[in-house]
């Protein structure tokens, strides 16, 4: 991953760079390069910023992602039957988006099948398509076409639109906050120095960089309300009954905004997580932007 991810930072500096100092909306270029990177490990290939077939699978992704009906469907699933008979928000667009990205991935998949070999394997569906093949058949159950076509979209779409937004928050902040920006450059300067990129193994020695990030994933609050669960069994907690089957939804949001944990939690302040020797203190513990539990996102 570290690989792929440099390997792209240098293509988006040339871009960058072409600029030559002029105004520049990053925002569709922060997209590419962010899917680029999981393209890279998914599909085994990265696209250049000007295609016109990637912009359009970004924007579609962005579009469908944006949908206002998208976390009330997910909240209450019965209302998908209502975009059959209504076209509320737009919801036809947006399922004609997701069989448009399904047909997309499904081509991709196809060509992967055609070109496969177990002792070169490129990407996650060469992966994928090596363990199909060699489970036993009674596990086979898990493995098909439609699963793979299912985790390659998740994956894409999951990681594209988090990442991206994560990356546009930080530049937001940073342009607001030029003495956070001064202390970040002073310490990768002191740490990584300019003459190559900063890598996943001085992470130890940045922590001021790294309360930068979880600053930014907390008040930047990319899922405020992570993705809905469903009760297993019934549950008493705080002496409210969740009975099973019910839909959970984590309030990201309130846990950010505590301020007995994140005084003035509205202000964007890293130095929040460091204590007074620059280390981290319990404080960053209580920043989950990937949630918690079985299902968090552990990328
Ligand atoms: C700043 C970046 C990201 C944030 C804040 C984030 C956050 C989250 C959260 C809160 C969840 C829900 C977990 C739960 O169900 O309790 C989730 C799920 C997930 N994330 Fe991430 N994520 C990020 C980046 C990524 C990336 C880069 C990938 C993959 C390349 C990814 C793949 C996934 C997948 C596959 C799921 C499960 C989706 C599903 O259940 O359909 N995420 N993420």
Redesign the pocket.
């Given at each position: 991953m570290e690989s792929k991810i440099l390997e792209e930072v240098a293509f988006f500096m040339e871009v960058l760079e072409s600029k030559k100092g002029r105004p520049v909306n990053i925002e569709i270029n922060i997209r590419e390069a962010v899917s680029n990177v999981?393209c890279s490990i998914v599909f085994g290939k990265r696209f250049n910023y000007d295609d016109k077939v990637f912009q359009k699978l970004i924007k579609d992704l962005e579009e469908f992602l944006s949908n206002p009906f998208l976390p009330m469907v997910n909240w209450i699933p019965y209302l998908h039957y209502v975009s059959y008979i209504y076209d509320v928000f737009g919801t036809q667009k947006c399922i004609n988006i997701v069989k448009d990205l399904k047909v997309q991935m499904a081509n991709i998949i196809e060509e992967h099948k055609r070109t496969f070999d177990e002792d070169d394997l490129r990407d996650f569906i060469d992966a994928y398509l090596l363990e199909w093949q060699n489970h036993t058949r009674e596990n086979k159950i898990q493995f098909s076409e439609d699963n793979l076509e299912g985790v390659v979209l998740?994956?894409f779409a999951?990681?594209t639109d988090?990442?991206s937004s994560?990356i546009l928050w930080a530049i937001i902040f940073l342009v607001n906050n030029p003495d956070v920006q001064q202390e970040m450059r002073n310490e990768l300067t002191e740490n990584v120095g300019s003459n190559r990129q900063p890598l996943l193994t001085d992470r130890t020695n940045l922590p001021y960089c790294e309360s930068v990030i979880t600053e930014t994933?907390r008040l930047g609050n990319?899922?405020p309300f992570?993705?809905p669960?469903t009760a297993t069994e019934d549950y008493v907690i705080n002496n409210y009954r969740i009975p099973k089957g019910s839909i959970v939804v984590p309030n990201m949001n309130a846990t950010f905004h505590d301020e007995n944990m994140f005084l003035d939690s509205n202000n964007f302040d890293p130095s929040r997580y460091l204590d007074e020797n620059g280390k981290f203190n319990e404080r960053r513990e209580n920043v989950m932007?990937?949630?918690l539990?079985m299902?968090?996102?552990d990328?």
């Open positions: 999981i998740d994956l999951a990681g988090t990442t994560g994933l990319i899922i992570s993705l669960h932007p990937f949630s539990g299902f968090l996102c990328i």
